[in-house]
Nanobody, 126 residues
Framework: QVRLVESGGGTVQAGGSLRLACTRSGYTDPPAYVAWFRQAPGKEREGVAGINTLIASKWYAEPAKGRFTISRDNVQMTVYLQMNSLKSEDTAMYYC???????????????????WGQGTQVTVSS
């Protein structure tokens, strides 16, 4: 059974940093595409960053550009999201998602991803 497990969330002051990790297991053929989404209370789930784990091409949503960095370690089967200069508006539940079949996804659309982790909470205090 394929699984995604997130870790690294927590509470940090504005301007601080966190590194989230998404570890994959159960895959015979690792998914080519992994993304980070987030969802704040009362808001829709939104894509934050995505990566092609084979060639390491990356995508970032506008709020993440210049502050967040997505990376992968294929030996550890882990995708990371380094988040710097955090703001109160970054407060949300962060989810890791993978796409096992099909071509390049729309990283903004949760419907393009078929496997999800349980989420990790990020809280930024101002």
């Amino acid at each position: 059974q394929v699984r995604l497990v997130e870790s690294g969330g927590g509470t940090v002051q504005a301007g601080g940093s966190l590194r989230l990790a998404c570890t994959r297991s159960g895959y015979t053929d690792p998914p080519a595409y992994v993304a980070w989404f987030r969802q704040a209370p009362g808001k829709e789930r939104e894509g934050v960053a995505g990566i092609n784990t084979l060639i390491a091409s990356k995508w970032y949503a506008e709020p993440a550009k210049g502050r967040f960095t997505i990376s992968r370690d294929n030996v550890q089967m882990t995708v990371y999201l380094q988040m710097n200069s955090l703001k109160s508006e970054d407060t949300a539940m962060y989810y890791c998602a993978a796409r096992r079949w099909g071509g390049m996804p729309n990283f903004r659309d949760p419907r393009d991803f078929d496997t999800w982790g349980q989420g990790t909470q990020v809280t930024v205090s101002s």
